[in-house]
């Protein structure tokens, strides 16, 4: 048998059965990664495109995507399942398809944010092990004028210094553009805590990169993708068990003059550099609604298959 076939019949088996894992529970019978008053059957997960299934806790009991897992359409994907968080990481793009996460008052205390950038050591030991790339080193990004951009932000995790290490593994960065990180995306990501500090509110979060036809790169061997756009979507669950979205956006990942960061690396640099709100003539806390638009229009750009947002009532 041809070589090559024989490999498409491995990954097709390995697939098949690490989906059959996935979807059951420790006894054997189908589990539902519904909670709540959802309809249980509303939400469910595609792990078609999944090569392994990582972290320390099941994601069938994974709170941050209690109310459903978004299908990537074709990019690979290993899921990282953690207490935190939940990361689709992609190899080709050495940075996530998506981040999900929950948010409320209970996440938020008063530790300190760490800024202990580091490699994620067990995404790297699964990638040594299967041959398919390596983790991302804080280093790479030096010297790119991108900043190493939080999808998860570290003050949504603020309860312990564990958890707030955990959104500082490079496994939760993308390279973003200091105007975006710094401004916008950081104002959205203010406006999702005050919803909630204070309340019994609880918001779900899924935010992640989208890229042009061909991207440009950074990293020493230019091989980390740089997003034309980032997304972000906002949603909690009514009062009838439906999924309501508070925010859906696209925004770009461009520089403060609206160009392009690396074909006007000089602009990103200067961005980088000395960038403050001031200069933008931008530092409205809502200046994140006019990069408002639908989840399709998402769910188109990000190649992501989000069902379970579109039982709106």
Request: hydrophobic fraction near 35%.
């Given at each position: 048998?041809?070589?090559?076939?024989?490999?498409?019949?491995?990954?097709?088996?390995?697939?098949f059965i690490l989906g059959l894992s996935i979807a059951c529970g420790q006894n054997g019978s189908v589990s539902r990664l519904a909670t709540g008053k959802a309809?249980?059957?509303?939400?469910?997960?595609?792990?078609?495109s999944i090569s392994k299934l990582i972290g320390d806790l099941p994601l069938d009991s994974n709170p941050n995507v209690g109310v459903g897992v978004p299908s990537v359409s074709s990019s690979?994907?290993?899921?990282?399942?953690?207490?935190?968080?939940?990361?689709?990481?992609n190899h080709q793009h050495r940075q996530p398809n998506y981040v999900a996460w929950r948010l409320s008052s209970a996440d938020m205390g008063n530790v300190q944010r760490q800024n202990n950038f580091a490699v994620d050591p067990e995404l790297e030991r699964h990638l040594n092990q299967r041959g398919?790339?390596?983790?991302?080193?804080?280093?790479?990004?030096?010297?790119?004028?991108?900043?190493r951009g939080h999808l998860i932000p570290s003050a949504d995790r603020?309860?312990?210094?564990?958890?707030?290490?955990?959104?500082?593994?490079?496994?939760?960065?993308?390279?973003?553009?200091?105007?975006?990180?710094?401004?916008?995306?950081?104002?959205?990501?203010?406006?999702?805590?005050?919803?909630?500090?204070?309340?019994?509110?609880?918001?779900?979060?899924?935010?992640?990169?989208?890229?042009a036809e061909d991207p440009g790169h950074i990293g020493p061997d230019n091989d980390i993708d740089v997003p034309s756009?980032?997304?972000?979507?906002?949603?909690?669950?009514?009062?009838?068990?439906?999924?309501?979205?508070?925010?859906?956006?696209l925004m770009p990942n461009v520089t403060s003059n609206g160009t392009d960061p690396i074909t006007d690396h000089e602009q990103a640099c200067e961005d980088?550099?000395?960038?403050?709100?001031?200069?933008?003539?931008?530092?409205?806390?809502?200046?994140?609604?006019?990069?408002?638009?639908?989840?399709?229009?998402?769910?188109?750009?990000?190649?992501?298959?989000?069902?379970f947002l579109h039982q709106i009532n």
């Open positions: 048998m041809d070589a090559r076939v024989l490999c498409c019949l491995q990954r097709a088996c390995c697939s309809d249980p059957n509303a939400f469910p997960t595609s792990t078609a690979p994907e290993v899921l990282i399942s953690r207490k935190q968080y939940v990361i689709s990481w398919v790339g390596r983790a991302v080193e804080p280093e790479e990004y030096q010297g790119s004028c991108f900043d603020t309860l312990s210094v564990s958890d707030n290490s955990q959104t500082f593994l490079m496994s939760n960065m993308m390279p973003q553009t200091a105007n975006l990180n710094r401004i916008s995306w950081q104002h959205l990501e203010h406006h999702a805590r005050t919803l909630v500090r204070g309340t019994n509110d609880t918001l779900y979060i899924v935010a992640g990169p989208v890229f756009h980032n997304f972000k979507i906002i949603f909690k669950m009514n009062k009838t068990g439906k999924p309501q979205v508070i925010a859906s956006v980088s550099h000395g960038f403050t709100e001031s200069l933008s003539g931008r530092s409205m806390e809502s200046d994140w609604e006019r990069f408002k638009t639908s989840l399709s229009a998402i769910e188109k750009s990000a190649g992501l298959d989000l069902a």
